[in-house]
């Protein structure tokens, strides 16, 4: 479904099989290297959601190899495999939309991804992903519980602004006029999780983007 140019919903595009393989390799990494934590705001907050990186550590208004906030160490690589999932996925979303994207699927090649883990009372606020010097799609995978996630406008943090619900196994590609729309997540709702995941409570949101950094 097309929610707005560029930005596709796909819902239940991973299999249950999938989903746990994810949720395995997530729990690897959020006790990796640099572990699991919720990041700090310029302005002195904290966000609610706790974030894991792969291949560039994201801070607001930077992408760096190490973890500096954190521990110092870099941190781990970005996987093949999570490179031929997100042009799987680009395929997936694009098939009836072909307009929409400014790269093809094939040449799509993401070097980092934020994953994000939502206790039931994490929220993210409305923002635009602007850190990445690439305006490559945005590939989005969720797992465990259900949440509202909403798809704003490029001018203003406010509305108009649309409501969907992500729920586990769903694919949203952000790319072409939508990749600098405002958006956010304002509700988890606690307890839908299928434990059968590998998951019994919260929510995990994997994005794959392209920094447009070098090597
Ligand atoms: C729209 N994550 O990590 S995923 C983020 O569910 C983020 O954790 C949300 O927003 C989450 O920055 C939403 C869908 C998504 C991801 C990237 C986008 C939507 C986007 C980039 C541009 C526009
Ligand atoms: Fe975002």
Redesign the pocket.
């Known amino acids: 479904t097309e929610i707005a140019p560029g ?1 596709v919903h796909v819902p239940q595009w991973l299999t249950l099989e999938q989903q746990r393989e994810l949720v395995t390799a997530c729990r690897g990494w959020a006790t990796g290297p640099v572990p699991i934590r919720h990041t700090r705001l310029p302005r002195g907050g904290v966000m609610s ?1 706790q974030t894991v990186c792969l291949g560039w550590h994201w801070q607001p208004y930077q992408y760096t190899r190490t973890a500096g906030d954190v521990n110092g160490r870099r941190v781990a690589a970005f996987p093949d495999w999570m490179v031929e999932l997100g042009r799987r996925a680009l395929t997936a979303a694009y098939a009836d939309a072909p307009t929409a994207a400014d790269c093809t699927p094939d040449t799509y090649t993401p070097d980092t991804a ?1 994953i ?1 883990f ?1 206790d039931g009372q994490a929220r ?1 606020g409305m ?3 602007k850190d990445e010097r690439s305006s490559a799609p ?1 590939v ?1 995978l ?1 797992i465990g519980d259900t ?1 509202v ?1 909403r ?1 704003g406008n490029t001018e203003t943090r406010t509305k108009p602004y649309t409501d969907i619900e ?1 729920a586990s196994g769903d694919l ?1 590609v ?1 790319g072409g006029p ?4 405002f ?3 304002p509700k988890v709702h606690e307890g839908t999780a299928d434990p059968a995941t590998g998951l019994t409570s919260g929510r995990l ?1 994997i ?1 794959m983007r392209v920094t447009g950094l070098p090597g």
Do not use: I
């Not at 939508?178 to 729309?181: E, G, K, L, N, P």
């Open positions: 930005a959601v934020l994000n939502y993210m923002h635009q992903d945005v989005s969720s949440c996630f798809v992500l949203f952000l939508s990749r600098y729309v958006h956010g997540v949101n994005t």
